[in-house]
């Protein structure tokens, strides 16, 4: 078998890792547009069941991992001059580059050597592939050249965010909201390494507009940033990496295949950073089709529609609790006018996944504190 997979990101290394495992004599050829050592972006966070997920399937590398991660059990909402903590909410981070220079030795481990610095222009080029993966991301090469037969729809939502990083450490995954005269400010922090963190600035585009953003460069939006959040920071500077406004892409594919022509990642979906389940999924989605591959060796089709009737039921669940975890950061200054306790309730219930039994189970000493601060009435 002759596997061709698009993208070098977490997805497509995986899956060439995965693929070749289970089939030795499978011939994966690997094509990343950009170099190794180059990627957007600062930390990847990871949740404690996604850990769950590749130690269960492949605890080599969920050990190769872990030597990296930084972990924490609770998220911290700064709000109205308030910090009020949420226990019981299991994540950890690692360097987006050091997760990949991971991945890259997995793969080589087996015997696939990524092609750096190689961009395919056509899917032409891969004619004699009995697989095409594609794992190139939000700008997908091959879901464009099938957007119709995909059924692809990409909508983006109003607010812009910006993924700087910051030279300091926070001892949880920290949410804070600020307001200003400028407007309203979102910022998501996090630690993924012993002296860094990745310091995602989120605004909504009243803001945007007023602060100016359209007409700065990225140090200019670093430096307005960096002032806005000088309590959170400490002093630290916030580091620019392609530190530009974006508008969050909602991909979505009524099909998963086309011919021999598959979606994975972000090319098949997207979850919003807010749940921080981007990798997770990725892996998943690679770990399912790899599975489908391995039970249907002699048979494409049935592979895939195998992958796609496997993997549909779980995502469809999981992207429906980003999508609404979304919408309520896409109102967030509304949100703001809330006491904080109230405000951290609805930010924690936002996905509309937990009750209040469950969220008592889960974070039993959150709920406790916040039914406190109801009966006293102060919010």
């Known amino acids: 078998m002759k596997v061709a997979i698009l993208g070098g990101g977490p997805a497509g290394l995986y899956a060439a890792y995965l693929l070749k495992r289970q089939n030795p004599n499978a011939q994966i050829d690997l094509y990343e547009q950009n170099a190794a050592d180059v990627t957007f972006g600062f930390g990847v966070v990871l949740s404690d069941r996604a850990l769950e997920f590749l130690a269960a399937d492949d605890p080599e590398t969920h050990d190769a991992i872990v030597r990296d991660l930084e972990a924490w059990k609770d998220i911290t909402i700064r709000h109205q001059g308030q910090s009020i903590r949420i226990d019981g909410v299991g994540f950890t981070a690692v360097g987006r580059l050091r997760l990949l220079q991971i991945l890259q030795q997995r793969a080589r481990s087996v015997g696939v050597e990524p092609r750096f610095g190689v961009t395919v222009k056509s899917l032409d080029e891969l004619a004699d592939a009995d697989i095409v993966v594609a794992a190139d991301g939000v700008n997908s090469l091959v879901r464009r050249t099938h957007a119709e037969e995909f059924g692809a729809t990409v909508t983006y939502l109003n607010n812009r965010f910006a993924w700087f990083g910051a030279r300091r450490t926070f001892n949880t995954l920290t949410q804070t909201f600020r307001e200003t005269p400028?407007?309203?400010?979102?910022?998501?922090?996090?630690?993924?390494?012993?002296?860094?963190?990745?310091?995602?600035?989120?605004?909504?585009?009243?803001?945007?507009?007023?602060?100016?953003?359209?007409?700065?460069?990225?140090?200019a939006s670093r430096l307005l940033c960096q002032n806005?959040?000088?309590?959170?920071?400490?002093?630290?500077?916030?580091?620019?990496?392609?530190?530009?406004?974006?508008?969050?892409?909602?991909?979505?594919?009524?099909?998963?295949?086309?011919?021999?022509?598959?979606l994975v990642g972000d090319a098949l979906h997207t979850a919003h950073f807010s749940i921080g389940s981007g990798t997770r999924l990725a892996f998943e989605d690679v770990i399912a089709l790899a599975k489908a591959v391995g039970e249907h060796p002699n048979s494409v089709p049935d592979a895939l529609a195998a992958?796609?009737?496997a993997r549909r039921p779980i995502l469809q669940k999981l992207t429906h609790a980003a999508n609404t975890s979304a919408e309520w950061y896409e109102h967030f200054p509304e949100h703001m006018r809330l006491a904080p306790w109230e405000f951290a309730m609805s930010y924690i219930s936002r996905s509309g996944r937990l009750d209040r039994e469950r969220l008592r189970r889960m974070s039993p000493h959150f709920v406790q504190a916040y039914e406190e601060n109801s009966l006293q009435g102060t919010g």
């Open 228 to 262: 806005v959040f000088a309590e959170e920071l400490e002093g630290a500077e916030l580091i620019c990496n392609r530190s530009i406004w974006r508008q969050f892409p909602i991909v979505h594919n009524d099909r998963w295949s086309v011919g021999n022509r598959v």
């Open 307 to 309: 992958y796609e009737a």
């Open 182 to 219: 400028l407007g309203h400010f979102n910022a998501h922090h996090y630690r993924f390494s012993p002296e860094l963190s990745t310091f995602i600035v989120e605004v909504d585009p009243e803001t945007f507009q007023s602060a100016g953003f359209e007409r700065m460069d990225e140090d």
